[in-house]
Nanobody, 115 residues
Framework: QVQLVESGGGLVQPGGSLTLSCAPSGRISGIVNMAWYRQAPGNEREFVARIAGGGHTDYKESVQGRFTISRNRAMDQVYLRMNTLKPEDTAVYYC?????????WGQGTQVTVSS
C-alpha cells in the first residue's frame, strides 16, 4: 500500500527555521489537497496548513505568516517551510493527502524547538 514519507524534522533553537518534505512511496491518483497536521504530547492532532488543487492555501492562525506550504505537483510532493519557530511548535508533524477514496497519512517527523 502506498504510504507518505515525511523528512526534515529535527531540533532547532527558538527563532530558527526548518523545512519539512513529504512524498508518497508510490503513485496516488485523484489528490484533492495536501496538508500538514501536528500533534504535541498530550494533545489531539491539529491542522497546520493545506494547499488545494488550485493552489489556494489555508493556515492555522498561530502559524500564519511564519509557515509556508508549497508543492511539486509533478512529483506529488509537499513541503512546509517553518520560520521563526517557537517552543509551542514542538510536535510530531504529519503530512496528509486527501482523495475521493480516502486519506493518506505519513508516519510523522519530530520537530523540537528548544534552546
Amino acid at each position: 500500500q502506498v504510504q507518505l514519507v515525511e523528512s526534515g524534522g529535527g531540533l532547532v533553537q527558538p527563532g530558527g527555521s526548518l523545512t519539512l518534505s513529504c512524498a508518497p512511496s508510490g503513485r496516488i491518483s485523484g489528490i484533492v489537497n495536501m496538508a500538514w497536521y501536528r500533534q504535541a504530547p498530550g494533545n489531539e492532532r491539529e491542522f497546520v496548513a493545506r494547499i488545494a488543487g488550485g493552489g489556494h492555501t489555508d493556515y492555522k492562525e498561530s502559524v500564519q505568516g511564519r509557515f509556508t506550504i508549497s508543492r511539486n505537483r509533478a512529483m506529488d510532493q509537499v513541503y512546509l517551510r517553518m520560520n521563526t519557530l517557537k517552543p509551542e511548535d514542538t510536535a510530531v508533524y504529519y503530512c496528509n493527502f486527501k482523495t475521493p477514496w480516502g486519506d493518506y497519512w505519513g508516519q510523522g517527523t519530530q520537530v523540537t524547538v528548544s534552546s
